[in-house]
């Protein structure tokens, strides 16, 4: 899967990129830093069951610290996105392009009010502003692209009597829309399956309504530890009920990221506190010791973000949240009934991320096609139960597939 982070130029896109990713990308404090989009690999947190088994995994793609195992997801950076976008201004069509394949976005705000609509310096911007006009220019987006041809293809689609949901998911397949999203968004609308006489007015809420289902958001309110940020996020919380909106601070989770990843700190990602190795500074691998600056700073964001916000710094909440709430995936152990390492000797060496619902079969076409064709039962290797094909597969299963 692959989530793209969108807002205006200048709130912190590549800062919450390479906090999540350690990625090495310029990062400035003007528009367009970023041009080409940027791809990266984040995480997502999961408890590991390496525990329940009394064992030590040995991750081939992550890294587990702690009970805590970090699967990987792809990201995605693209350049800001301006008010016109959606008609081209500020190179926005070659912007929004890049985003045809991500599965969901980010919508990195400044919510300290310190840059205009357009991502230029100022004080006082209303973050709620760009909530609204980003929202917007998506739903054009995927408007203009439906528009374009579409009274050709729903007269086609009248004349030859198509299954509407199927003809529309084929058609616009390179969004990455699917049959049941098309179907769920013509049950909200009540939408007569004669699209040939829908109006221009019912065409555009089927279109925005179909990018909320095929590419959900969620709002980082970023910079949130810094001018009036505190203040902005509870106004516009309270302004828009029906989004999810995590305070975020990508500076510091970068910070804490980088000073772990220097041997200086013991922190994990998500977590509400970090630790000085040892008490009073240490030598870092590099031989350099964390000096008066870097303790106060350091102290800072232990002050100003970790102990005042929920979840932290917010970037792994925001993650998780995407992945786990959003498009509602769910993790998944491949593990014997009676051996749990790989050829290779590494124990519980994966875990993947399958969407809610999937059965066993699935899981067994997921690992390879040859598994899901000669099944023939799944081993669940917590309690040594047999499950049938048609067993849905629970949050955190640790299962064997038996094959013919």
């Not at 896109?13 to 367009?32: N, V, W």
């Not at 890294?63 to 996105?81: H, Q, Y």
């Not at 500020?90 to 991500?102: E, I």
């Not at 390879?368 to 000669?374: A, I, M, R, S, Y």
Request: some cysteine; glycine content about 8%.
């Amino acid at each position: 899967m692959l989530i793209g982070l969108v807002g205006k130029p200048s709130v912190g896109k590549s800062t919450f990129f390479k906090a999540a990713t350690l990625a090495e990308i310029e990062i400035a404090s003007y528009p367009f830093t970023t041009i080409k989009a940027n791809h990266g690999v984040g995480y997502v947190k999961v408890k590991c069951i390496e525990k329940e088994f009394e064992v030590k995994c040995n991750p081939n793609h992550g890294f587990c610290i702690n009970g805590n195992r970090f699967v990987p997801i792809d990201l995605m950076d693209v350049a800001g996105l301006v008010p016109g976008a959606s008609e081209g201004k500020g190179l926005g069509n070659q912007f929004l392009d890049d985003l045809r394949q991500a599965d969901a976005f980010i919508h990195i705000v400044d919510i300290s009010g310190k840059t205009d609509i357009e991502g230029k310096p100022t004080k006082g911007h209303d973050p709620a502003l760009d909530i609204k006009f980003l929202e917007e220019e998506l739903n054009k987006w995927y408007y203009n692209i439906f528009q374009k041809g579409w009274r050709t293809f729903s007269r086609k689609v009248d004349m030859q009597g198509q299954k509407l949901s199927e003809a529309v998911a084929t058609q616009f397949s390179g969004l990455k829309v699917n049959e049941n999203q098309v179907k769920s968004v013509l049950l909200e609308l009540d939408l007569s399956e004669k699209c040939s006489t829908w109006s221009d007015e019912m065409i555009m809420k089927f279109t925005g309504a179909l990018r909320a289902k095929s590419k959900p958001m969620i709002i980082a309110a970023n910079k949130v530890d810094i001018f009036s940020g505190s203040e902005n996020y509870e106004r516009v919380k309270k302004e828009f009920p029906n989004l999810r909106i995590i305070p975020c601070s990508a500076d510091s989770e970068l910070a804490l990221r980088q000073a772990a990843k220097a041997e200086l700190i013991e922190y994990v990602s998500g977590e509400k506190e970090f630790i000085i190795l040892p008490q009073g500074g240490v030598l870092s691998k590099e031989g350099k010791e964390l000096n008066g600056k870097q303790k106060e700073a350091l102290e800072k964001i232990r002050e100003s973000v970790l102990d005042k916000f929920e979840f932290g710094t917010g970037v792994q909440e925001v993650l998780n949240h995407v992945i786990f709430d959003l498009l509602e995936y769910i993790p998944i152990f491949p593990a014997g009934a009676n051996k749990l390492g790989d050829s290779k000797g590494n124990i519980l060496p994966d875990c993947f991320l399958l969407p809610g619902g999937s059965t066993a079969l699935d899981f067994a076409y997921f690992l390879h096609t040859d598994f899901g064709k000669n099944f023939i039962k799944a081993i669940n290797a917590k309690t040594k139960m047999a499950l049938g094909k048609e067993y849905k597969l629970q949050y955190g299963d640790a299962l064997e597939i038996l094959t013919k």
